[in-house]
């Protein structure tokens, strides 16, 4: 009875939020206005809606699944927990990607991730690499040696520091705008271009070592 | 259209690769690359690492499960903070504040109550003025206050009476006095009241006091704090009857008929 309840309430009030497909500011604004006033459906909805942007930012700042994890349920908390603060008017996304970009360092911070001691710790999934070397058809030699070289990439861009990193995960591995990306980490666009630009010389600078070396060991 | 050199055009390149330059920066990087081999290599290479750090970082497929137990945990602890932070009536500072008040406020009337009936002696101790009739002789009153005492031992009843008497008829107050030697027994108390109590005119009770008068003499009972202490004050007057004829032979109490 209780469940047919629930069902019914769910029901409803999914009839009365617009449609999914659309997230719109307009469709935030609706969700978070009636998150405010305690509608435990309407955040779960924002959950819904921008948990697989919110995991793969946390997933690529910080470099396990197991911390991902906890960096979203933290950004969660977050987000209910100061949605009162939330202006009306501004965008809800740039908002959300910051508290995950200030949760994701602050767990760094505490972890010790950032630094060099800790870069053979750092937990990758390889299903990704592992398919791009599978279509070029290379030796299981060449193929471990990708990987290698995936890993001390991904090792690199621990390196930078934070805000850099910041700034090249959200313009260059999740695809936001220089614009978008200056709303969400409360910086200026000319900032950006210049924090993304310097990220991504580094990161060229140790590709170069790397594929030095890999000729050099060749 | 201007021309760039290769240290400028290092510094756009990476932008340019990415797709962040437009409008004219674009096409003055775009016109250096097609003429600069070198700056094109930069370019290829800037490709290459871009194209390495998105296959580094493609994420993995978390699954649904992944996802939904995010949601619960979160949900969950929205719930049990929302249960925590729920006003109860023992976490509320006004029920402590009324319940102190209230303490203050009981102890405050008990203590008043107590310190009211610690002062307030016993009705039924306070002597009743004695009416003994018409005035008869002047009582044998000492000249001076005497002090008695009693011979043999004191029962308990008499050893807390005490007995006082003065020359002068002035109206004293001695409740709480404890002066040893102001003691007298109630075999002397009695025997003052046998010589004295005949002449009572008036009496007058001022608190504890009960205070008689007589033409012949004043008589002052003070009852203490102490219900077992009565303080008894004898003052003579001065006698109306010069002759000295009057005698208290029709006492009722001390029975001297004569």
């Known amino acids: 009875m209780a469940a047919e309840m629930a069902h019914i309430f769910l029901t409803d009030a ?43 930012i946390a997933w690529r700042m910080l470099g396990n699944r197991d911390d991902a994890r906890d960096a979203a349920q933290d ?32 767990f760094a911070r505490k972890k010790g991730v950032s630094g060099p001691a800790q870069l053979d710790q750092i937990d990758f999934v390889q299903e990704g690499a592992a398919l791009e070397t599978g279509r070029r058809g290379a030796d299981p030699e060449s193929l471990a040696l990708h990987e290698q070289q995936l890993a001390l990439i991904r090792s690199a861009l621990q390196l930078l520091p934070p805000k850099e990193r910041a700034a090249l995960v959200l313009r260059d591995l999740e695809g936001l705008s220089t614009e978008e990306v200056a709303q969400a980490l409360g910086s200026r666009p000319v900032t950006v271009r210049s924090q993304v630009s310097s990220a991504r010389a580094k990161i060229k600078t140790y590709c170069a070592k790397l594929a030095r070396k890999k000729g050099a060991s060749q | 259209m201007r021309t760039l050199n290769c240290k400028r055009t290092a510094r756009l390149i990476s932008l340019y690769v990415a797709g962040d330059l437009v409008g004219a920066p674009e096409r003055e990087v775009a016109a250096h690359l097609a003429a600069c081999e070198g700056c094109r290599r930069l370019a290829e290479e800037f490709s290459e690492s871009s194209s390495l750090l998105t296959q580094a970082f493609t994420p993995p497929e978390f699954g649904a499960e992944f996802y939904s137990g995010i949601r619960h945990a979160v949900l969950g602890e929205i719930a049990s903070e929302r249960m925590r932070s729920k006003p109860s009536l023992f976490r509320s500072r006004w029920f402590y504040a009324t319940a102190f008040a209230a303490i203050v406020i009981a102890a405050g009337v008990m203590l008043q109550h107590f310190v009211s009936t610690r002062r307030e002696p016993p009705r039924d101790l306070v002597r009743a003025p004695q009416v003994t009739g018409q005035p008869t002789s002047p009582p044998e009153v000492p000249s001076a206050p005497k002090k008695h005492k009693l011979p043999g031992k004191r029962s ?103």
Request: hydrophobic fraction near 35%; aromatic fraction near 8%; include cysteine.
């Open chain 1, 14 to 56: 999914q009839e009365m939020l617009p449609p999914a497909s659309a997230e719109s500011a307009d469709y935030f604004a609706v969700l978070v206005a009636r998150a405010r006033a305690g509608d435990e459906i309407a955040f779960e909805r924002i959950m819904l809606a921008t948990e697989q942007r919110v995991v793969s």
């Open chain 1, 75 to 106: 950004v969660y908390l977050r987000v209910f927990k100061y949605l009162a603060r939330f202006r009306a008017g501004e965008d809800f996304r740039a908002w959300l990607y910051r508290i995950t970009i200030n949760v994701c360092h602050d």
């Open chain 2, 156 to 258: 308990a009843q008499s050893s807390n009476v005490l007995a006082l008497a003065s020359p002068r008829g002035s109206y004293r107050h001695f409740e709480g006095m404890r002066k040893p030697d102001a003691l007298v027994t109630s075999q002397a108390a009695r025997d003052s009241r046998a010589q004295i109590e005949p002449a009572t005119q008036s009496s007058t009770n001022v608190g504890s006091v009960a205070l008689e008068e007589s033409s012949q003499v004043s008589r002052i009972e003070i009852q203490t704090a102490d219900p077992n202490i009565r303080i008894i004050w004898l003052s003579p007057r001065e006698s109306r009857d010069p002759e000295g004829t009057h005698h208290d032979q029709d006492h009722p109490e001390t029975g001297n008929r004569k």
